[in-house]
């Protein structure tokens, strides 16, 4: 048996809560259906057909009419659980929900629900550079565009370089304790975190970025979904 099978493996944790406001329409953003199936079956296809991934908690929205009752996935396990109001309230919900043999200092994925179209490398790179790492990682893309600071009247301020900037995506990797104990200390503190990276940050840590390809985009317009569309048109 490898360490990971004697430890329970690697789990993945789901926000799925949003309710997708900048969506638009009345069905969230991870409800809709793209090619037959549900964007939050293509999302947990993604994480869970990858060897290491072995369960994932999904954080549902209170009073959630939608999810289908799953309880695995791709022949593996799904546990669900109720969200909050903001993300990191979500993530923490989902850290709770872990079984026990995800160990304190077990590696643990924070992955968007609305981000369906991860690619296996990139998941593979996450995986192998990040759990080398004594605090964890990100997946992570350079900025590639030419950034305006606005002032108030929404005319330039100023050009903003862009070297060493990067947009931080999902999966993000790290220790479940570390995570619980950064998110819980962000939200007492009054902070409101982006992403979990940004809790580990405040503790004075310093996450590893993996370089992840732009086809790992997250759904929030239209256009977004028929991107998707499209890409999984060119896959089969
Ligand atoms: O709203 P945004 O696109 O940033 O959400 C990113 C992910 O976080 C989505 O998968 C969304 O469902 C989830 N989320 C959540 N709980 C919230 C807000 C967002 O689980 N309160």
């Not at 549900?38 to 296809?45: D, F, G, Q, V, Y």
């Not at 869970?48 to 908690?57: C, D, E, I």
């Not at 593979?124 to 002032?151: C, F, H, M, Y």
């Not at 503190?189 to 990276?197: F, H, K, M, P």
Request: hydrophobic residues 40%; charged residues 30%.
């Amino acid at each position: 048996m490898t360490p990971d099978q004697l430890r329970g493996g690697l789990w993945a944790v789901v926000p799925a809560a949003g309710r997708g406001a900048r969506f638009g329409g009345d069905v969230p953003k991870q409800y809709l259906e793209v090619a037959g199936e549900l964007l939050l079956a293509h999302t947990l296809r993604a994480l869970l057909a990858h060897p290491k991934v072995h369960g994932a908690v999904v954080v549902l929205a209170e009073g959630d009419v939608r999810w289908p009752g799953w309880r695995e996935f791709e022949g593996k396990p799904l546990r669900t659980c109720a969200g909050g109001d903001a993300r990191a309230d979500s993530v923490l919900a989902g850290l709770a929900a872990l079984p026990d043999s995800v160990r304190a200092d077990d590696f643990v994925l924070v992955h968007d629900a609305a981000r369906p179209n991860l690619p296996a490398a990139d998941l593979d790179q996450l995986l192998e550079r990040g759990r080398n790492d004594p605090v964890g990682a990100i997946l992570a893309a350079p900025v590639r565009d030419t950034l305006k600071r606005s002032g108030d009247d929404g005319g330039i301020d100023r050009t903003e370089p862009r070297e060493r900037l990067w947009r931080a995506l999902t999966p993000q990797l790290f220790r479940r304790l570390q995570l619980t104990r950064a998110l819980e200390s962000a939200r007492a503190a009054g902070v409101d975190v982006t992403d979990e990276s940004m809790a580990i940050e405040r503790q004075g840590q310093r996450p590893l970025l993996v370089e992840g390809s732009d086809d790992n985009f997250k759904i929030t317009t239209p256009a977004d979904l028929a991107r998707f569309e499209f890409a999984l048109s060119r896959r089969s």
